[in-house]
């Protein structure tokens, strides 16, 4: 290297050291961070799923919501389409909230507007920080607000009264399938504890998977989440298959 050159590089060394040390940046936030957070409960825990429903690749990190927020995960979201998904409500007499996990997501461009239009029958509402904890290294967020979507009959408070599962919106085996491969995705206990803290399982339980006798032909993983809701999800003996299930539930009616 010729001296000019040396000089040259050891004069770039000097500045750019020099503003490394002038510069202190602990503590301080990138432009643009989310103000804005999502928890969600049930197929949202689903990164495809979730991806489907926002519009884009959107990560998440896994948390759990404190029994003090006042809920119960439960079967009492009637989809338009036939089925009841899950949803929130406050516990009935004699009963206790839960604790409820999921996955936290932020809202891209801070505009919650646009995924309110995605929840229609649900009302949206703020979890304190306080009642929200990581499940993994990944910690939740030190700044923006968490919200959380319930479905609702107007004029009645955030998840009450809601109906139960019956014959003609019965459990979507399916739909479970989305929720427990979610819960699946931050390991077995993640997704035991998505059955544990779950209350309202039904006899309504239709097994509508595509190929219904041989779940493991499309889906890696129907034997893991068949385990894991034999060992603990009421009423899994009572789910049927599609032509089981007209003669058993809809026909017997």
Request: avoid cysteine; hydrophobic fraction near 40%; charge should be negative.
């Amino acid at each position: 290297m010729s001296a000019t050159r040396l000089l040259i590089a050891t004069l770039l060394l000097a500045i750019t050291s020099g503003a490394a040390f002038a510069a202190d940046y602990w503590g301080r936030m990138l432009p643009g961070q989310p103000t804005d957070f999502i928890f969600g409960y049930g197929s949202l825990i689903n990164t495809a799923s979730r991806n489907a429903t926002v519009g884009h690749p959107t990560p998440a990190i896994p948390v759990r919501v404190s029994a003090a927020f006042g809920y119960v995960r439960t079967w009492d979201d009637r989809a338009s389409t036939g089925f009841t998904a899950l949803g929130l409500t406050p516990p009935g007499p004699g009963e206790h909230a839960m604790t409820i996990n999921g996955v936290l997501f932020p809202v891209e461009g801070n505009d919650l507007r646009t995924f309110d239009a995605h929840e229609p029958g649900y009302i949206r509402i703020e979890v304190p920080r306080d009642d929200i904890e990581a499940v993994s290294w990944q910690r939740p967020p030190l700044q923006g607000r968490i919200w959380v979507y319930i479905p609702e009959i107007p004029g009645k408070p955030p998840g009450m009264d809601l109906p139960q599962p019956n014959a003609s919106f019965p459990l979507l085996q399916s739909y479970i399938d989305v929720v427990m491969e979610g819960g699946l995705e931050y390991g077995s206990g993640f997704a035991k504890e998505i059955l544990e803290t779950t209350a309202g399982w039904s006899r309504y339980w239709l097994n509508d998977r595509e190929l219904g006798r041989r779940p493991w032909a499309l889906d890696k993983n129907s034997s893991v989440v068949d385990g894991l809701l034999a060992a603990f999800a009421p009423h899994f003996s009572d789910r049927l298959f599609p032509e089981q299930y007209v003669v058993e539930r809809l026909l017997a009616k």
